[in-house]
């Protein structure tokens, strides 16, 4: 095994430990609260973490897209919740070879994706899933009614080979409860409430009426995650390991990595600059990104870093740096144990 201190840049690198303690603590929240746990893999894209989730007491996972379960489903995973809906021929197609190997539930909001699901079941040889999503304030996909919901319900309890399996909303908030008791008010048996995310996950248990929680980001953790009071810096498993490579003002350096490699998400609400947190030189500003280079403003800091050094990022949205990334690094105790291909990378389908 090699030290981290040999590796080419830029580079991703992942901490087995804090990935480990990451999914124990997880795990651990959701029993002490009797909350089944369908942790999302699109944070990661690897089937190993996955199974390590299961292992540990996950009830299964979920996907966004079909192309994620697809790989997560050859891999052995066999309790998949695709929690998007799904429209048209094409991905009927693909979620009929799915349930050969899967237990599927789909989530969807609106009446042509019902009819994707139907066209589906009745090719398929085993039942599939239905979450009918709702609308918790995202304004993202979900119906907006309890009146809405409840008429898509009846037609799922309708069609031949679906069942009704309850009710999904992201991301779970005060109007959530409100919501769910609307629709048992009116008389409808709910098996499951699947809510997420990783934002206010230790608040979950307090959402009435949620038998399930989908968390994704909480397994690596990120700048937006600390800022949210989500996770520590000693929560993040993933960063990133840059190289400057040009100092050409005293107060500016250039970093071997841009938008291709940390990506161009900002922090939320404008008030935090930068494109990620150097650790050593929490004061330096990544103000700005090309697609390899990345510029760094050193005027706030006391210490500047040298053309050579390397410098540790942790990323705003490890999500969408996982997905720039071919494979990553993982490491424990500061040592390189190997070189993982992200599985799922790119897979948008």
Same mark, same amino acid.
């Given at each position: 095994m090699s030290d981290l201190a040999s590796l080419d840049t830029p580079v991703p690198v992942i901490d087995l430990d804090i990935v480990e303690r990451n999914l124990v603590r997880m795990q651990n929240y959701a029993n002490a609260h009797g909350i089944a746990l369908r942790p999302h893999i699109k944070t990661h894209k690897l089937p190993a973490f996955a199974k390590r989730a299961v292992e540990l007491g996950a009830v299964g996972i979920t996907c966004q897209k079909l192309g994620e379960a697809e790989v997560m489903a050859a891999a052995g995973l066999d309790d998949i919740l695709i929690s998007y809906p799904l429209v048209g021929a094409a991905k009927a197609r693909r979620l009929v070879a799915l349930t050969a190997l899967a237990t599927m539930r789909v989530a969807i909001d609106n009446p042509v994706a019902l009819a994707t699901l139907a066209q589906a079941a009745r090719d398929a040889k085993a039942p599939i899933g239905v979450l009918v999503e709702f609308d918790s304030g995202q304004k993202r996909t979900g119906v907006v009614s309890v009146a809405e919901a409840l008429t898509l319900i009846?037609?799922?309890?309708?069609? !031949? *080979?679906?069942?009704f399996d309850g009710l999904m909303t992201y991301r779970s908030t005060p109007a959530t409860a409100s919501f769910i008791q609307a629709v048992k008010d009116a008389g409808v048996d709910l098996p499951i409430v699947s809510g997420g995310g990783t934002p206010g996950w230790d608040h979950t248990h307090e959402v009435a009426g949620l038998t399930e929680m989908r968390v994704g980001t909480y397994i690596y953790n990120d700048r937006m995650m600390v800022e949210a009071g989500a996770a520590t810096l000693d929560d993040c498993a993933l960063h990133v390991f840059a190289t400057v490579i040009s100092r050409p003002e005293e107060n500016r350096a250039v970093i071997d990595c841009g938008s291709k490699t940390l990506s161009s998400d900002?922090?939320?609400?404008?008030?935090? !600059? *930068?494109?990620?947190?150097?650790?050593?030189?929490?004061d330096a500003i990544i103000e700005r990104l090309t697609e390899e280079h990345g510029m760094v403003d050193l005027s706030q800091c006391e210490d500047k870093p040298k053309i050579g050094d390397r410098l540790q990022i942790l990323p705003n949205h490890v999500c969408v740096v996982t997905n720039l990334h071919n494979d990553v690094v993982v490491s424990r105790g500061g040592l390189v144990e190997g070189v993982w291909p992200v599985a799922a990378r790119g897979l948008t389908r």
């Open positions: 009846a037609q799922v309890k309708e069609t !031949p *080979g679906l069942r900002p922090m939320p609400g404008g008030k935090i !600059p *930068g494109f990620g947190l150097i650790l050593d030189y929490p």
